[in-house]
């Protein structure tokens, strides 16, 4: 009923539940921690949270909390499609500095499980785009961090031009990946 497969970064996961359909429309059964466990996955998620970007090519992004309100997340979309971006921060690991995308999209019921000492962003695909996540540890402003989406070092190819980008004024001005001091061990 869950399929659970590591992407390039093997501490990322891309997990997928068994949808169940009829003349009704489907039914999935999206997180069960037992059956996250069995699979290894066994962080206690305490908060959820949803974003909807009303236009394609909206970025949020790339985000991280710093420790110790650092966050392991678990993303899916509701509505619509994205292309979610991970970057990895820890410093003695041997992916440090590289990154993974995967199309996530309200169809194929896959979920992103994004470990700690990673930043994450994504990009609308679609018009009002529905994000929903849950997290391992509440959101704390003071140790809200991130690192710009559009860097050249990260050669992330996201699906839409710098120009044409719909962006917070915050996302605007996060540091570079050069710029940004150790966190993550």
Same mark, same amino acid.
């Given at each position: 009923?869950?399929?659970?497969? #590591?992407?390039?970064?093997?501490?990322? $996961?891309?997990?997928? %539940?068994?949808?169940? #359909?009829?003349?009704? =429309?489907?039914?999935?059964?999206?997180?069960?921690? #037992?059956?996250?466990?069995?699979r290894g996955i066994s962080h206690d998620f305490i908060q959820d949270n949803q974003s909807c970007s009303e236009r394609v090519g909206t970025v949020r992004g790339l985000h991280?909390?710093?420790?110790?309100?650092?966050?392991?997340?678990?993303?899916?979309?509701?509505? =619509?499609?994205?292309?979610?971006?991970?970057?990895?921060?820890?410093?003695? %690991?041997?992916?440090? =500095?590289?990154?993974? #995308?995967? $199309?996530?999209?309200?169809?194929?019921?896959?979920?992103l499980l994004i470990p700690k000492g990673f930043a994450h962003g994504f990009c609308t695909l679609e018009p009002q785009t529905t994000v929903f996540y $849950?997290?391992?540890e509440i959101y704390s402003p003071d140790h809200d961090a991130g690192i710009y989406w559009a860097d050249p070092e990260l050669a992330i190819e996201w699906p839409v031009r710098a120009s044409a980008a719909q962006l917070s004024p915050k996302d605007q001005a996060l540091p570079r990946f050069d710029q940004l001091a150790p966190v993550f061990d």
């Open positions: 009923m869950l399929e659970v497969r #590591s992407l390039a970064i093997p501490d990322v $996961k891309l997990v997928r %539940s068994k949808r169940f #359909s009829d003349t009704r =429309g489907y039914f999935c059964e999206t997180f069960r921690r #037992s059956a996250f466990a069995e991280f909390q710093q420790p110790p309100f650092a966050q392991t997340k678990l993303v899916r979309v509701l509505r =619509g499609a994205i292309v979610d971006v991970v970057v990895d921060l820890r410093r003695r %690991s041997p992916t440090f =500095g590289r990154h993974v #995308s995967v $199309k996530l999209d309200s169809e194929t019921d896959e979920q $849950k997290v391992d």
